[in-house]
T-cell receptor
């Protein structure tokens, strides 16, 4: 079983829809949670960064972390065709040690928003 | 520089040849990471540098893979005697400080024929 599980999709929604992307994980040491967006033939770019449990909002994007359930989500409101990309969740454990800063990624969800 | 720069952007090589992939991190970023992304797969960790030392090289898949970093800046990933299963996109990322998310380069797309 992988440490981080993410439904690869693909997910296709109409413009303006609310999109929900999710990841589950098994390592209780994970404390830092991130969402990356990756366009075709580009490197991933950081979208959202959260520490421990809770919600964080940035414009049309909301990230939620539920550590008790080992479950994280990214919501995209009023989705746009320009949001079409692969979305990757990533997480890492406490600081210190030789693996400090190493991220473990989900497989990525392919999202298409059609006009 | 303004971002993480990787070269070459594309590399086609014959099976059995050696290849070198280069990464120029963002100036001042002390942490540097190499990941590999295969078709339809997530990112697979290869190696982590803090300065010039590599405290975690646990992701290197075999002894054909090696990496170094000099001057706390540029890093080179070397794959010896390439195999077809080495075909993937090799991504480099840097950060300062760690655990605040990385900045990735656009990657090197390696094809072994």
């Amino acid at each position: 079983q992988k440490e981080v599980e993410q439904d690869p999709g693909p997910l296709s929604v109409p413009e303006g829809a609310i999109v929900s992307l999710n990841c589950t994980y098994s390592n209780s040491a994970f404390q830092y949670f991130m969402w990356y967006r990756q366009y075709s033939r580009k490197g991933p770019e950081l979208l959202m960064y959260t520490y421990s449990s809770g919600n964080k909002e940035d414009g049309r994007f909301t990230a939620q972390v539920d550590k008790s359930s080992k479950y994280i989500s990214l919501f995209i409101r009023d989705s746009q065709p320009s949001d079409s990309a692969t979305y990757l969740c990533a997480m890492s454990g406490r600081g210190g040690g030789t693996s400090y800063g190493k991220l473990t990624f989900g497989q990525g969800t392919i999202l298409t928003v059609h006009p | 520089g303004a971002g993480v720069s990787q070269s070459p952007s594309n590399k086609v090589t014959e099976k059995g040849k050696d290849v070198e992939l280069r990464c120029d991190p963002i100036s001042g970023h002390t942490a540097l990471y190499w990941y590999r992304q295969s078709l339809g797969q997530g990112l697979e960790f290869l190696i982590y540098f803090q300065g010039n030392s590599a405290p975690d090289k646990s992701g290197l898949p075999s002894d054909r893979f090696s990496a170094e970093r000099t001057g706390g800046s540029v890093s080179t990933l070397t794959i010896q005697r390439t195999q077809q299963e080495d075909s993937a996109v090799y991504l480099c990322a840097s950060s300062f400080p760690v655990n605040y998310g990385y900045t990735f380069g656009s990657g090197t797309r390696l094809t072994v024929v």
